[in-house]
């Protein structure tokens, strides 16, 4: 009978010893993945070595004559290791977020039932000779089924992560696994007990360049494709590329700003997992840049896309987030121009967006204005200006109709010309000059305030200090012009006379 010794367990498993001293070794390199993912390869490591090393062992009291209590606690060992080593697996390649209990389960349920069964013969139980002996059932391949079921999960769990790659990313740790495993369904059927360590080292290490590999492809923070994959892609893949989408999302910077980076991240994050809620087929989803995303639709028509689009925003209104949206089908297998006109059209939507948001901020400030002037007596006036910095539109509040003796804006249009007109000759073209210069002054330093006289409904002229400030838009361009009017006569009257005595 052979002896067991250190020697021998090393010898016999050499290849494997070496391949996973040398994982080991690399992992203490490894800049692409987490520190809970090489923690979690560090501890399959132990785990297919003490299978390993249990195997030995368990073969070696195997060719004794007589049944030892070594055996008894070795086999049911070896069969719960082998599924949780495959678990292990699960959690290296940070399979395992959700519903971990569940998944544990089987195996915290199972290691009871193995570890009594030689007393209660349910699945297996060794005489006093030392035979193995299966129970007369199909619960006899109970372990084999175990063992199984964790295979099927990390297939499913691996396919799902992965999804966003294609198949072409994927094809080569799926064929690992289903030839490594037809191996084992090989030894089962035909009764050969065999040590599967070698195998799990493989597979580790196969799944560990495979997830190294893949990672170099994620975006760290969101795990969409990042810009590297996008401009290889968009090459690679122009062939069957039909549409892509412009993605970009509003505010990050003043998340940033005001909210700090964690914040700025979460934001990230969330409008990552809403541009993949779907998991539409034939969809990959990049970040190319901070705030910036490009989507590419494989062998997609455009009515497809635009659907998605649309459930795209319809999971961001979910949320306290705003994207920018530009869409265009690629013609001539020309990738990166259809982005470029993607890109036009989300900037143009982008521009629609921060509009709106600006205006509503545009009125809410008129509003809060509006009642000041009510509690303080003067006026208020308004002006609003399109994309191209053209004046569109003038207001003059019911409040400065009633100083200067008008009742609505029939005797009192809305034009620029119903106050200008009515200037003081003498400070007519300084007052416009200023009002225009405030307008041109596309840096925003400059403020309309001026002192002039104003021909009033009655006919006398009276004075008044108005002020105007600038809403613009990000490029500089004017939004709206919002002011206010009082009626300073009677200080103006207070100096005249106190400097005539």
Partial sequence: MEQISIASLTLSN?????????????????????????????????????EAVCWGVERYTREIGYLTWTRIILTPTIYLLHPIIMLGIMEMAELVNKNRLALYLPILISAPLLYSSQWTHLFYWFDHNNLYIAADSIL????????????LLFISAFTIRYARYGT???KGILVSIVAAFIGVFLHIIFDVYADYSTLF?????????SLYVLTAKEDTLTHLLNRQCYYSDSEGQKDIITAVVSVDMNDLKRINDTQGHDSGDKALKTVAECLTTNRLKNKKVYRIGGDEFAIFYLNKKEDTVLKDIEQMRSELAKTKYVCAFGHEMVRDKDVLGAMQLADREMYSNKAKLKDSDARRIAAHREATIRVMHEALGSGMWGME???????????WSPEFRKMIGYSDESDFPNKLESWSDRLYPDDKERVLKEFNDTIADYSGEKNYDVEYRFKVKDGMWRWFHAIGRLLRRENGVPLSYVGMFVDITD???????????
């Fill in 491 to 501: 200080q103006k009257n207070g100096r005249e006379q106190r400097h005539t005595i």
């Fill in 201 to 209: 080292a493989s597979l580790l290490i196969i799944d560990y360049l």
């Fill in 385 to 395: 200006f399109d994309e191209k910095g053209n004046m569109i539109s003038v207001e």
């Fill in 140 to 151: 006899q391949y109970y372990p084999y089924f175990l063992f199984l079921l964790y295979v």
């Fill in 14 to 50: 050499y290849i494997m010893v070496a391949e996973l001293l040398g994982l080991w070794v690399m992992l203490g390199s490894n800049v692409h993945l987490s520190k809970k993912t090489i923690t979690a390869t560090r501890i399959v490591i132990i785990l297919i070595f003490m």
């Fill in 168 to 170: 072409a990313e994927r």
